[in-house]
């Protein structure tokens, strides 16, 4: 629900990898349609109410009066990757895990698919950080590395900080992808946030890493790297950033094809569905 551009969607949703990917479809729409809360009722009806900031409440009933099938779609069957998902969320309890369970859980932080990555990670951060800090710390392999420092960053001691931050240093960035640029940023930031500040000495090593890498021309790489050099006090970011902050950005018709969809529709009332009725 859309309480700004009073629209309602569907969103039709569709197995991808370990998750779903969806797509959205507008399904309820007025000027104003201030929308707060929306139910399915015993009826098999949808009830919906408006209201907030000192506009009208109201409560509306949507039901169905057309002529096709109203039966309830079947469940979306699982795949392999979701299966494989559900048996590590399996591990999301502080129960004891033995070794080879441990291994095969170390072994999924490499995987290719984020979801499976996540349950991974969850389930490791409810073993002793000491039995598995060590597979991280000598692993080559980015996606292990990446989600492993993650994890360890939020449940283990603030004496490895170090070690987790020297360990992403020891990722070729030429050899990662443009999400892993930013998970790396994002995992250090978690190192410094939860695990504490290094010292100046430490410090400059690392500021002597990033204020070369800045700007790198991706704006969402730069947004993260601003983040870690404001944290580390870099005596170049503002002579860096500030330019950057001045210079126009170039817009495309990509940046406003939404917004102005959406409001081509929030200046219309719907006539709605003829099937649907209020």
């Keep these: ?78 795949n392999e990757a979701h299966a494989q998902r559900r048996a590590i969320e399996a591990f999301h309890n502080d129960q004891p895990k033995d070794d080879a369970t441990i291994a095969k859980l170390i072994s999924q932080l490499g995987s290719n698919d984020r979801h499976i990555r996540y349950a991974a990670r969850v389930a490791l951060e409810r073993v002793p950080a000491a039995k598995w800090q060590s597979e991280i710390l000598k692993s080559t392999d980015a996606n292990t590395v990446l989600t492993g420092v ?27 992808s443009a999400s892993q640029r930013l998970d790396l ?56 950033a500030l330019p950057l902050l001045a210079k126009e950005r170039k817009k495309t018709e990509a940046d406003y094809r939404e917004i102005l969809e959406r409001d081509r529709k929030s200046t219309r009332l719907n006539s709605s569905h003829s099937a649907i009725s209020y």
């Excluded at 629209?7 to 959205?24: D, Q, V």
């Excluded at 994890?151 to 990662?176: F, M, N, T, Y």
């Excluded at 790297?225 to 580390?232: E, F, K, S, Y």
């Design 185 to 240: 940023a994002r995992a250090a930031q978690l190192v410094l946030i939860r695990l504490g500040d290094v010292d100046n000495s430490f410090r400059d090593s690392l500021l002597g890493a990033i204020e070369p890498l800045f700007p790198s021309g991706d704006d969402l790489l730069d947004r993260e790297l601003v983040i870690l050099l404001t944290h580390l006090q870099s005596p170049v970011l503002s002579k860096k």
């Design 1 to 78: 629900c859309d309480w700004t551009f009073g629209t309602m969607y569907a969103i039709h949703m569709e197995p991808n990898g370990a998750s779903y990917s969806a797509t959205k479809e507008e399904f309820v729409s007025r000027t104003p349609l201030p929308l707060t809360d929306v139910t399915v009722g015993k009826d098999g009806h949808l009830y919906f109410t408006v209201g907030g900031r000192g506009t009208q409440s109201e409560l509306y009933r949507v039901r169905y009066v057309g002529n096709e099938s109203t039966t309830p779609a079947p469940k979306l069957a699982l």
């Design 150 to 176: 993650v994890g360890l960053a939020r449940v283990g001691e603030p004496d490895i900080k170090e070690l987790l931050l020297r360990q992403l240093g020891s990722l070729q960035l030429s050899s990662l």
